[in-house]
């Protein structure tokens, strides 16, 4: 984002001018440094003070520097001459008025124009201004042309339902919303039938002079013309996030199409937050998005006609009966088909222990600690959905944070806590009350509003209370933002029966646990699915990704069906998966478990694993406040061993780092920990924490079949260090490495000396050929193990392997029924994966004739993409 210095004689008119434009980008913000005034009151200007705001404002892209009288532009040429080149080039210094320029300037940087457009809006700063008063507007160079862009894609229009027109937030606002789409979007006002001007450009927009009531018309051209049209339409029929409940109707705009105030057009817009009361942001409906056949609309990432949720579901959800029936689509992450009920993670009022209150200055400062906490928390949350989905989708979470802030709550609270009251009562106190305040509105967006209360609320009594964790393990369908892998390593399959999530992706480990488990789960939902209320009967195929909510009668049934179909087959396999998995052709495929738990390994057995090919040892080092010491470990290796009953363990050795962060080993600050030091790299790090858990290992190892696997491979020089570390070894003790790097698979035959197997870890392997993070849902369908590139790589080690060491496989792709016989043909003849994913692949293999199967990988090495593997053949 380019950067804005305020250089200026008086610090608090610098300030100042900063705080106003600040305020037009407050969820987008710019860097903006001021330079102003020799201290807080005394007049002036200092160059090296001027270096230095230029220097801390560049995030790269450059910086553009606005100025007031004088000597303020001769500091500043005489900083730029104090600037290293590579700086300087990268500054322009604006003429523009300060205040007009500095908001302009700040609008175009937030929506992530370039140095030259931002100085050319700044310098255009005056254009609204001057056509208001009749003079002639003079353009700067650079600023976008009318009539610019051949339109193809229609025009639509709105009626400005702002009291005082399209000024300067609301302009803001609808700026930010055109920029964020690959299209070209321009306004007209239809009523002074001003010319044409581009949407991206406050102070072309300002040149409209649209007041309340006006018409003003809209179009567009290019990729996402149409999503631009409608984002636009949106926000109007929101009055560009004003309050405008109390506004009448007015007929023929985007209200007719049956958007109501404060509601978004679709499930990409939300509604920006805004002063309390705060906007109520969920719940919507469109005409024209019902599922005739059903009596459901459908709603999800990529749909953009409909949406119909009602709140997220805390104590005041509405009952099933008045939920609407709802399709949503996301991410295959766990097989199965789940019906039930859905249950909140986070849901559930905790209870106040009766305890005396300490003095009132104590129980403030819990109140105030608290409130940071979960401020922190929401932020989080915020920022994940930001960078996950989008900054639209993340302002769903600025009406909690404005309920942090709410003056009414904190004022209640406060005074009871001076009355005596502790902060926990205080504050439920507050907070209850003013959710029935809401509740009892006429209005059924604002009565809805009580769940947010009771949502905030409820999440900072936990912070009161102390409760970190949310009870897991409630009977039905979670619904949560997103699992961590203690999260999902807590849920027990038995009262769990499904997992819809937010966010994540299919390979991120939230998933793999989830399928680890057997918990059908569907994951990238989008934040919608949090709105789903508490005891709303759903039903989701985790093998396809489909979720509806309250169905009608025909989709249950359908649903059972499939349920009952799926089942049979299901029963079919593990009745044989004791047996081996051997092919038409007679070669036996082993395939075995991914293990992060003792349940797992005694799920690995009832499922008919050959061996665990992968225990991801972490889930021993995670989530507590020191490492586990040998003895531990063994204890734990060993129980792992036993519920094998003798079946081979592969024990990798600790693979944190990354998203598996330790706490009682924090690393520095990695700008991406995925390729930071994770795995093996982490380890050789602390020789001492491997060298524990080697020791762990090679005693179970005596009496037990035992081989030990190195993750997160580059070099051969790691193994040797590792080796080093490991010792001297008993005969029977295989040792391997997995292979998850390019550089690591593209030199297999390296590794040849040192390894007497390798296990392809095809998650991260996918993850760093595609440059597709593995957990980010915007990337799932990129990051696909049966890339060609992927592919080849297997190919690669399986070439380098024949004669020197065994090759298997334990990434997701494992199970993937569309990659097993690809890799069998490429000389994979080991397979390892969720446990309950076992019986059905052992059933796949037992179809195949691996010669086939060789031809058939053959080709897909030479086909260009994911989807042409993936194709039916
Ligand atoms: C992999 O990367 O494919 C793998 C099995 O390791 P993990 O998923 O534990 O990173
Ligand atoms: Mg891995």
Same mark, same amino acid.
Do not use: F, M, Q, Y
């Given at each position: 984002m380019v950067g804005l210095v305020v250089v200026g004689h008086s610090r608090a008119l610098a300030t100042a001018a900063v705080a106003l434009a600040a305020e037009m980008v407050h969820d987008r913000p710019v860097p903006i440094e001021v330079a102003a005034g020799?201290?807080?009151?005394t007049f002036g200007t200092d160059a090296t003070a001027i270096m230095d705001a230029i220097t801390s404002a560049d995030r790269g892209d450059g910086v553009v520097v606005l100025m007031d009288l004088g000597s303020a532009l001769l500091s500043t040429e005489l900083a730029l001459e104090l600037l290293e080149d590579g700086v300087r080039e990268k500054v322009t210094l604006s003429a523009a008025p300060l205040v007009e320029g500095l908001v302009a300037a700040a609008v175009s940087a937030a929506a992530g124009a370039t140095r030259q457009e931002v100085a050319a809006e700044a310098a255009n700063a005056l254009a609204g201004k001057q056509a208001q008063l009749g003079a002639e507007v003079t353009l700067a160079a650079g600023t976008p042309s009318d009539p610019p862009i051949a339109v193809s894609d229609g025009t639509a229009s709105f009626v400005l339902r702002n009291a005082h027109g399209l000024h300067a937030r609301p302009a803001a606002r609808l700026v930010a919303e055109a920029r964020r789409f690959d299209a070209s979007v321009e306004l007209r006002n239809a009523t002074t039938r001003s010319a044409w001007v581009p949407a991206g450009s406050l102070s072309r927009v300002a040149t409209? !002079?649209?007041? *309340?009531g006006h018409v003003v018309e809209v179009r567009a051209s290019g990729r996402q013309a149409h999503e631009a049209t409608d984002a636009v339409l949106a926000l109007a029929g929101r009055a560009f996030g004003e309050d405008s409940h109390d506004l009448p109707a007015p007929a023929g705009d985007v209200l007719a199409a049956g958007i109501l105030p404060g509601q978004p057009a679709s499930a990409r817009d939300r509604p920006a937050p805004l002063p309390p009361p705060p906007q109520h942001w969920v719940g919507s409906s469109k005409a024209g998005g019902s599922d005739n056949s059903s009596g459901s609309s459908t709603i999800g990432a990529s749909s953009h006609t409909a949406k119909a949720t009602s709140t997220t579901? *805390?104590?005041?959800?509405?009952?099933?009966?008045?939920?609407p029936s709802t399709v949503m689509n996301g991410q295959a992450a766990s097989p199965g088909i789940a019906i039930g009920p859905v249950w909140h993670l986070q849901g559930g009022t905790p209870q106040i222990p009766d305890t005396p209150p300490q003095d009132a200055a104590t129980e403030q400062h819990r109140l105030n600690d608290a409130l940071a906490s979960v401020r922190a928390d929401i932020e989080a949350v915020k920022s994940v959905t930001t960078q996950e989905i989008g900054p639209a989708e993340a302002e769903i979470f600025d009406a909690h944070l404005l309920l942090l802030d709410d003056a009414d709550i904190l004022d209640e609270a406060h005074r009871r806590i001076r009355d005596g009251e502790t902060a926990p009562r205080a504050w439920a106190t507050a907070t209850e009350r003013t959710a029935a305040a809401f509740q009892a509105l006429d209005d059924p967006y604002l009565q809805a509003r009580a769940a947010d209360v009771h949502a905030v609320g409820d999440q900072v009594l936990r912070a009161l209370l102390g409760?970190?964790?949310?009870?897991?393990?409630?009977e039905g369908i979670l619904v949560a933002p997103e699992l961590t892998p203690a999260e999902a390593a807590a849920l027990d399959p038995a009262t769990v029966t499904g997992v819809l999530l937010a966010y994540g992706s299919p390979t991120s480990h939230g998933a793999i646990l989830a399928r680890t488990r057997g918990t059908p789960a569907v994951v990238g939902l989008g934040p919608a699915v949090l709105e789903v209320p508490d005891g709303a009967f759903v039903v989701f195929d985790g093998g396809t990704g489909e979720v509806v909510i309250e169905p009608g009668a025909d989709r249950r049934a359908a649903f059972r069906e499939r349920a009952a179909a799926q089942e049979q087959r299901r029963k079919h396999a593990f009745d044989r998966s004791e047996g081996p998995a051997v092919s038409r052709d007679g070669v036996t495929v082993s395939v075995g478990a991914n293990v992060g738990s003792v349940a797992d390994a005694a799920a690995a057995a009832a499922y008919g694993a050959d061996m665990a090919g992968l225990v991801r040892t972490e889930f021993l080092f995670l989530d507590r406040d020191a490492a586990p010491d040998a003895d531990e470990q063994e204890a734990t290796y060993r129980a792992i061993a036993a519920a094998l009953g003798g079946r081979r363990i592969t024990l990798r050795t600790l693979d944190v780092g990354g998203d598996k962060p330790l706490r009682y080993l924090p690393g520095p600050a990695e700008e991406n920990p995925f390729l930071g030091v994770r795995g093996l790299r982490h380890s050789l790090a602390h020789p001492d924490l491997l060298a524990i858990q080697l020791q762990a290992m090679v005693r179970v190892a005596r009496d037990h079949p035992v081989d030990i696997m190195f993750p997160m491979v580059s070099t051969v020089d790691e193994v040797i260090a590792a080796r080093r570390v490991l010792g001297q070894v008993p005969e029977t003790l295989r040792v391997g490495i997995m292979i998850e790097v390019p550089a690591a698979a593209l030199k297999a035959a390296a590794f040849a000396p040192y390894v007497d197997f390798v296990s392809i870890g095809t998650n991260d392997l996918t993850q760093y050929t595609l440059a597709?993070?593995? !957990?980010n849902p915007a990337l799932a369908s990129l990051a696909d193990g049966l890339d060609p590139g992927v592919l080849r790589l297997i190919d690669t080690v399986c070439r380098a392997a024949r004669g020197h060491f065994e090759v298997a496989v334990c990434g997701e792709l494992a199970a993937d029924p569309a990659a097993v016989e690809i890799l069998t043909g490429l000389g994979v003849h080991e397979l390892s994966m969720a446990p309950p994913a076992i019986p059905a692949v052992k059933e796949l293999v037992r179809g195949l004739d691996l010669k086939e199967a060789a031809a058939r990988a053959a080709t897909a090495l030479t086909l260009p993409s994911a989807a042409a593997v993936r194709a039916p053949h």
């Open positions: 020799l201290d807080d009151t409209l !002079g649209a007041l *309340e579901a *805390e104590a005041t959800s509405p009952k099933p009966a008045d939920i409760i970190t964790a949310a009870p897991l393990n409630r597709a993070e593995r !957990g």
